[in-house]
């Protein structure tokens, strides 16, 4: 959303409701998202999101979410509601415009990379900026959310940086705000350039200094300037604002806007949305991380004395987070992001990421029409999966039943090489084939140990994993596409480097350079809205 439109219509309460029974505890959500009833059920989107920004702009809605060292960087989402959201591309093509630690060659940043940004549309453009803990301030810009995106430019080069928003006065003139973490979490606000691609030094003005204050965001709505931010209290991570009648401040006007509700995994980092109704939202992460990583909701928003109340406000009037609310738009379809793949494509449609920059001369859509080809080559550590190039990876599901199925072509493995479906987050567990000499074999993996299975002879290999809410996967395989064999001890997905669990394509191999697979296709069904 412009800033502009934030201006547009006057504050008005967000009707809440509670459309359905809640769920007994996080996780446990029978149903999420759009009800088809004229409500939703949060989480709207029960993956991991993290780190997310949105706007409007007319009646379409944009998100960006962190995708910290996964290439593609800087994903981004559409919606028409704000609760039904499809995966429209990314902003960031090569990692190498951030930094070299973040190629194929070096894998040195996981779970740094690509932090929390922000998306603002104005003078018919897309602008994203966002920080690396490592690097700094970085931004570009789009006519097309879908891209393509203009060459990165760096902004700041200093480390230490996060939580950067950009926002554009009535005036035309441009700013940016973000926190030095290292600094002690003072928040400062400059003047951009013109042409928004810099920042002024000399503008510098320190505006917020408070425990662990980030998530920053600032809004000019009914001709008052609103800081808002998170920090740490005792009950946790909550939500705050701040206003001034200036830019600059001083901003000596606060208030707490929700509670961190950390039994509801501490919700406190997004955007604040006005619909072209006139109603108010706020779409945030769930701060805390579990296996599904952290999930984003659509929290009603409701005016009370000149600030935007989050989720249901109590005798004091500070919100609390609401499982359920009205849809903010009626009559829009059922959508949910993008998953399965039948690698018809020249190119590799938007729900996947890289682990790393990848080799780009080591896969291919091309050489097999209709098949995915992941050559193989060595991993920077021997048999390590997270040091291993070209692992093509995908967001899991927290919904009540997932499950994924790949199909490989074995025919193209050479000595030395592994290769087959793999989570990982904090832990990590794949299944697959390992080829010595000429004999192939199925290998479970977990946390490092590897337990062999049976020798596969033939050249098709069918494999699945499947899971509930609680997250504990089951692998299997099939040498024929439809009966299977459970292969591997139950494995509990997990949460670690500030990510939820990925599921993904592995190929690598220990000796040389040698060996590829095709795979055929990549299914995933999940329980929850569906397509229409």
């Known amino acids: 959303m412009a800033i502009a439109a934030l201006t547009l219509l006057l504050p008005v309460s967000t009707a809440l409701t509670t459309a359905h029974a809640d769920p007994a505890k996080w996780g446990d959500w029978p149903q999420w998202g759009d009800q088809g009833d004229g409500t939703y059920d949060n989480p709207v989107l029960p993956s991991d999101y993290s780190d997310i920004d949105c706007i409007r702009v007319n009646d379409d809605y944009f998100a960006i979410s962190s995708t910290f060292q996964y290439s593609p960087g800087v994903v981004i989402l559409h919606s028409k509601d704000m609760v039904n959201w499809s995966i429209l591309g990314h902003v960031v093509t090569d990692l190498n415009e951030i930094s070299p630690e973040m190629d194929w060659t070096k894998m040195n940043r996981n779970g740094k990379g690509i932090w929390a940004g922000s998306i603002r549309y104005h003078d018919n453009k897309f602008w994203v900026y966002f920080g690396t803990p490592d690097e700094g301030y970085f931004m570009s810009t789009a006519t097309d959310p879908a891209g393509p995106w203009e060459p990165l430019h760096q902004v700041l080069k200093s480390p230490g940086w996060d939580d950067c928003c950009s926002f554009q006065d009535d005036d035309g003139q441009g700013y940016l705000v ?4 290292s600094g002690g979490y003072k928040v400062h606000l400059w003047k951009l350039t013109p042409d928004g691609r810099d920042i002024v030094p000399e503008s510098d003005q320190v505006i917020h200094q408070s425990s662990g204050s980030e998530a920053n965001k600032l809004y000019k709505i009914d001709g008052t300037y609103y800081h808002f931010f998170s920090e740490k209290k005792p009950e946790g991570r909550a939500i705050m604002m701040e206003r001034s009648s200036t830019i600059f401040g001083p901003y000596t006007d606060s208030k707490q806007l929700s509670h961190a509700d950390k039994e509801f995994m501490e919700p406190n980092q997004g955007g604040l949305v006005q619909t072209v109704k006139g109603d ?14 952290r999930c984003d909701s659509l ?39 993008q998953t399965d793949d039948e690698f018809n494509e020249t190119s590799l449609p938007p729900q996947w990421e890289w682990n790393y920059q990848p080799r780009a001369d080591k896969w291919s859509l091309t050489e097999n029409p209709g098949w995915l080809r992941l050559h193989a080559f060595k991993p920077l550590q021997d048999d390590n999966l997270l040091k291993a190039g070209n692992t093509l990876t995908q967001r899991c599901f927290r919904t009540s039943s997932n499950e994924v199925v790949i199909k490989l072509d074995l025919s193209g493995m050479a000595d030395g090489q592994k290769a087959g479906l793999c989570h990982y987050a904090g832990t990590q567990s794949a299944l697959g084939v390992s080829q010595d000499g000429s004999t192939r074999t199925l290998e479970f993996r977990d946390n490092g140990k590897n337990t062999p299975g049976p020798e596969i002879t033939g050249t098709n290999l069918w494999i699945k994993s499947t899971w509930q809410s609680d997250g504990l996967s089951q692998y299997s395989y099939s040498l024929d596409g439809n009966s299977y064999t459970n292969f591997g001890d ?26 590829y697979i095709d795979v055929d296709f990549f299914h995933y069904t999940y329980a929850g809205p569906k397509k229409s």
């Open 280 to 293: 108010w939202y706020f779409y945030t992460h769930h701060g805390t991380g579990a296996w599904e990583g």
């Open 299 to 337: 929290l009603p928003v409701t005016w009370i004395n000149g600030w935007p109340i989050i989720g249901q406000p109590d005798q004091n009037a500070i919100g609390h987070f609401v499982w359920s609310g009205k849809m903010p738009v009626d009559n829009t379809p059922i959508v949910t992001p």
């Open 178 to 181: 973000g926190t030095n973490t």
């Open 490 to 515: 139950p494995y509990q997905l997990s949460w670690g480097h500030y990510r939820g669990d990925r599921i993904g394509i592995y190929s690598f191999n220990n000796k040389s350079d040698d060996g």
